[in-house]
């Protein structure tokens, strides 16, 4: 039938008059469809929630005791670097303050032998306030040695990395031997609890009316498990890099077993067009204003330009929410050679 239509038109051209010559174009009738139209979404399966465990200092890392796809407990020992200077840190924060506690015991006696001595009246005033003095300083020195052991125990227990809540590990990010910067990603954990469908979808489509809708969610790995979700949110902001807007479905209920944090997914969300017209995609051409349809008078044969509004694209149609309705002569083979007002005749039987 293409064969046919190009020689046709071929043929339409080979007069001298071709203004005169009615040119074979393939006309189809716009059809309006309430069939329902989808939209098709690719992402990943994340948790809800997820964190980075890392040290608060760094240093060489002696063993990670979980591997990705593991359940930990909130406290669960994920890994440990070398506590060696830290342990050296907290036995010298510990002899410090035990010399300061003696020396704080030492100015106590001293204070409370000038008082007796002046409540005798064998004693001064101004050694009193000597060893009172003595003792202000030394109960410092006692609280600052205190603090710096808190903090040497504290940097020693910061040796040994812990989850901070229950969930599963998603990332390792690091290996035995290793030497990691402070708060550098060692493991990476997903919180338990809920479940979302994370979605890259091109800028300039309309999800925002879709917010709270039903999603189908699809794993490519396992095409027949099927999971229920709710679109959830729409990023406003424009990845500057992909040009693309995140998207996120909330799932219904919990993840299913044997399938990991990030697998890929396919997520589809079914909506009505009620009152949309279905053209071929070729019969879609474009103006300076916009998309635009070449529609055919059935009484005269000529043709006009007529401005178009376009619900969604499919593979092989353009969905039209205003511009033509159904049942309109269009041309869907031959536009390329038209004018307004150009007399067209069918080169094909119209569907």
Known sequence: ??????????????????????????????????????????????????????????????????????????????????????????????????????ALLQATLANDRTQGLLDRGTGTRAEVDATVEALISARSTRDRAAAQLAKAQSRLNDTTLRASSAG????????????????????????????????????????????????????IDAPDLTLNATLTEVSPLVDPITGTVQVKARITGAKPANVPFGAPIVGRIAFPAPGAVTLPWTALTATAAGPAVWTVDPASMTVTLTPVEVESYASYTVWLRAGVSADTLVVAAGSQLLFPGRSVVAAQEIK
């Open 168 to 219: 599963t590990v998603i990332r390792r990010s690091a290996e035995p031997g290793s030497v990691v910067g402070p708060g550098q990603e060692v493991i990476a954990i997903a919180a338990a609890g809920g479940l979302d469908a994370v979605f890259n979808v091109a800028d300039g489509f309309d999800l925002e009316a879709f917010l709270g809708d039903a999603v189908s969610v699809t794993l």
């Open 1 to 102: 039938m293409r064969l046919q239509l190009y020689l046709a038109l071929f043929a339409g051209f080979a007069g001298p008059a071709l203004s005169e010559t009615a040119l074979p174009v393939e006309i189809v009738k716009a059809v309006k469809s309430d069939q329902q139209q989808e939209v098709v979404l690719a992402g990943l399966l994340q948790a809800e929630q997820s964190f980075q465990a890392s040290f608060p200092d760094g240093g060489r890392i002696l063993n990670v005791t979980v591997r990705q796809g593991d359940q930990v407990e909130k406290g669960t020992i994920l890994a440990q670097i070398d506590p060696t200077q830290a342990a050296a840190e907290q036995r010298a924060a510990q002899a410090e303050l035990d010399g300061a506690e003696a």
